[in-house]
């Protein structure tokens, strides 16, 4: 059974940084896309970040580009999203997801209709006060 592990949501000030990690079950890691949504109260799950195992490829959407940072770890299976100048508006549920074609899709605001990803993590949540 696939097992993805987040960890390192918290509450922040506007402004400010945070690093979720994504612990991926080690006979899954390779050659996977592993990626990172998130969902705020009463709106729909939206892609934000992620990567290609094989070769590191990462895809960004445009409101995170330029201040956040998909990255592994291969030698601990973790994925990690780095985000800074955090504002109200990233508040939501974070969650780590893999499986899938999804990385391979440039918009990630179609990654779920068209390629929605296989596993998912339990999700941890971010709070971005102003």
């Known amino acids: 059974q696939v097992q993805l592990v987040e960890s390192g949501g918290g509450s922040v000030q506007a402004g400010g940084s945070l690093r979720l990690s994504c612990v991926v079950s080690s006979d899954f890691y390779r050659n996977q896309c592993v990626g990172w949504f998130r969902q705020a109260p009463g709106k729909e799950r939206e892609g934000v970040a992620a990567?290609?195992?094989?070769?590191?490829?990462?895809v960004y959407a445009d409101s995170v580009k330029g201040r956040s940072t998909i990255s592994e770890d291969d030698a601990k299976n973790t994925v990690y999203l780095e985000m800074d100048t955090l504002a109200p508006e990233d508040t939501g549920i974070y969650y780590c997801a893999a499986g899938g074609q999804f990385c391979h899709i440039t918009r990630p605001d179609l990654w779920i209709r068209r390629a929605a990803p296989t596993y998912w993590g339990q999700g941890t949540q971010v709070s971005v006060s102003s």
């Open positions: 990567l290609w195992t094989g070769d590191g490829m990462t």
